[in-house]
């Protein structure tokens, strides 16, 4: 199911993991849990992988997650500012001590001249590292887009954990 580059890759984040004593939760939206389902497919993640949290809708985003509606209504559900809020309502959840978010259109529909299909929003937050956030445009089907989502998630925390 998964490449063995992205299997490499989640063995990879694990090893950086333990060795930070991190435990990593993450928020899923566009991604559907692909990322999720890529990481407890590696041998050995409950020890540093605690809980997804796949918020398709703006009401679950809200209802798990606690992202605002007053920053949907502003910035949109794809918007850094919401997987930011998203990444934080995830690291509130669960015994974990990173946190990743993906918000994004993956496509065929959904598009818009200012958020393209392809557009995927990312945020990474911590106890004790700085959080970050970043937006991407993917090309691609829908397959595609959400490959490179789980890519360039992966990709960024494993550089914040170096």
């Known amino acids: 199911m998964f490449s063995?580059?992205?299997?490499k890759l989640s063995r990879e984040i694990g090893t950086l993991l333990l060795a930070k004593k991190q435990v990593l939760i993450l928020a899923e939206s566009c991604t559907g849990g692909l990322i999720s389902?890529?990481?407890?497919?590696?041998?050995?993640s409950s020890a540093w992988f605690d809980s997804s949290l796949i918020t398709y809708s703006n009401e679950a985003k809200q209802d798990l997650l606690n992202v605002q509606q007053s920053s949907l209504d502003q910035y949109g559900a794809v918007s850094e500012q919401v997987a930011m809020e998203m990444a934080i309502g995830a690291?509130?959840?669960?015994?974990?001590?990173?946190?990743?978010?993906?918000?994004?259109?993956?496509?065929p529909e959904g598009g818009s001249s200012a958020k393209p299909v392809g557009t995927v929003c990312f945020a990474w937050t911590s106890e004790d590292?700085?959080?970050?956030?970043?937006?991407?445009?993917?090309?691609?089907?829908?397959e595609q887009i959400r490959e490179q989502s789980a890519i360039a998630l992966l990709l960024e925390l494993q550089e914040i954990l170096n």
Do not use: C, H, W
């Open 129 to 142: 590292l700085p959080s970050k956030s970043r937006t991407y445009l993917f090309k691609g089907n829908r």
């Open 37 to 44: 389902a890529l990481i407890t497919d590696t041998a050995g």
């Open 91 to 107: 690291l509130q959840q669960g015994r974990a001590t990173i946190a990743a978010s993906v918000t994004g259109i993956a496509g």
């Open 4 to 7: 063995p580059e992205l299997k």
